[in-house]
Every structure is written in structure tokens, then in C-alpha cells.
């Protein structure tokens, strides 16, 4: 298992936690392995952080190392952030805020991560991650997402097997209700494809679902040569 990072830190963990080969290296500037070197490429809140100019030579460099009918499988931060319109001297900007928490400089769409994919991978599945409201518990503590009643609530029963039940519920509540959505609309979920259902409550749920929490899941494989 190989780890590729432009932190040396991260290099670190990944080295206790089981990486075979792990280094630090500039990824925007290229990827230091062979082509068709690899079966699998993972990411994982990544392409969020890339600069948009970079997006495209970044996948040409992830194609390029993947085997023909190879896999990948990329956890990518999505929605629409309007960069355009930001004012960046501005501290209360919204989407100043967005971007100087942890560098999301590279946001886009789920249709567009799936245009710039497109040209190198078939689309095996895609779909926007609904975790939210379901973030882990720990998150929702913090964040007060469920409302003070909730936090107190479970502040009466808190403790670590507590948290850890937690998570595991909303966990398989998160993979029912996206095995729900795949059912229902395929193996890849954009919103420009769901009809409307006809009950406007239904269309809100379902568009909750949808837009998720600025997040999506895609799995590719490379086409045999």
C-alpha cells in the first residue's frame, strides 16, 4: 500500500498506520510512480483543496498511473461555492470563511467533478453523501446541530460506548437512506436527474438528501486499453 502526501505529517501517521511505502511530494506537480503502476487510487478529501487550473492534470496523472480496468475511489468535497463574488479583505464573507477553513480553494458540483473525471474513467458509481443532518456525534455535539435539547440530553448518558453506539446508528442510517437513493435513481445521483415526485414535501427531503453536507462519493474504473 502506497501513500503519497504534501505533508510530512500526514506522511507520519500513514507510516504507523500500516502504509508500506509512504512519502512526501508536491502531487500538483505530478505523481513520482510508473504508468499503470497501480490497481486502486483512493482520495480522501482532497480534490476540495486542489486549485481549480490544477484539477484536470491532476486526474490525467491519477489515469495515467491506474491499470487498464483499474479502480478508484475519491471522496470529494462538492456543491456549488460562488468564488466569483467573494471578497476576500472581507472576514464575515461567507465564502472567505469557506476557504480559509482548512483551504477549500477547489469546490465544485457533483455534475462538474463528474465532467473532469469523465474524460479519463467510466463512472461505475456516484452519488452525493447525505450525512447531512447525519454527521457523527461528535460533530453534532459541537456543532449544536440537533439543538441545545438533544445535547443535553445526551449529555445525561455520554460516554466513549455511547459515542460509539451513536455513530453506529447514524452510520447505517446514512447506508440506508444512499442504498434508498441508488435504488431509486441508478448508480449515479445528480440532482439534474431526479424528477419531481409530485408532494413538495417529499421534494425537500429528497433534495436534503441530495445536496448532502458538500460532500460525494465516486467510484471509477479505467477502460481496458
Not at 461555492?81 to 483551504?103: F, H, Q
Request: proline letters at 5%; aromatic letters at 12%; glycine letters at 8%.
Amino acid at each position: 500500500m502506497y501513500g503519497v502526501d504534501m505533508s510530512s505529517s500526514c506522511i507520519e501517521i500513514a507510516k504507523q498506520n500500516g502504509f508500506d511505502h509512504a512519502l512526501t511530494y508536491d502531487v500538483v506537480q505530478g505523481l513520482p510512480y510508473a504508468d499503470n503502476e497501480f490497481d486502486f487510487i483512493y482520495t480522501m478529501d482532497f480534490f476540495g483543496h486542489v486549485e481549480f487550473r490544477s484539477k484536470d492534470p491532476m486526474i490525467a496523472e491519477i489515469s495515467r498511473i491506474t491499470k487498464p480496468g483499474g479502480y478508484g475511489f475519491h471522496g470529494i468535497e462538492s456543491g456549488f461555492i460562488d468564488y466569483l463574488n467573494c471578497n476576500p479583505k472581507n472576514p464575515d464573507d461567507t465564502v472567505r470563511k469557506y476557504v480559509y477553513m482548512e483551504g477549500h480553494v477547489g469546490v465544485e458540483t457533483l455534475e462538474d467533478i463528474l465532467d473532469r473525471f469523465s474524460k479519463h474513467f467510466e463512472i461505475v458509481q456516484a452519488f452525493p453523501f447525505p450525512i447531512r443532518p447525519l454527521l457523527n456525534i461528535s460533530n453534532i455535539l459541537n456543532s449544536r446541530f440537533w439543538g441545545e435539547e438533544f445535547c443535553s440530553a445526551f449529555a445525561d448518558i455520554d460516554n466513549p460506548t455511547s459515542r460509539i453506539a451513536a455513530d453506529l446508528v447514524l452510520g447505517w442510517v446514512n447506508k440506508y437512506l444512499t442504498d434508498q437513493l441508488l435504488q431509486i435513481y441508478g448508480n449515479v445521483v445528480l440532482p439534474s436527474r431526479v424528477a419531481d415526485t409530485g408532494n413538495p414535501a417529499l421534494n425537500r427531503f429528497i433534495d436534503t438528501l441530495l445536496q448532502g453536507c458538500g460532500f460525494s462519493m465516486t467510484t471509477l474504473r479505467k477502460p481496458q486499453a
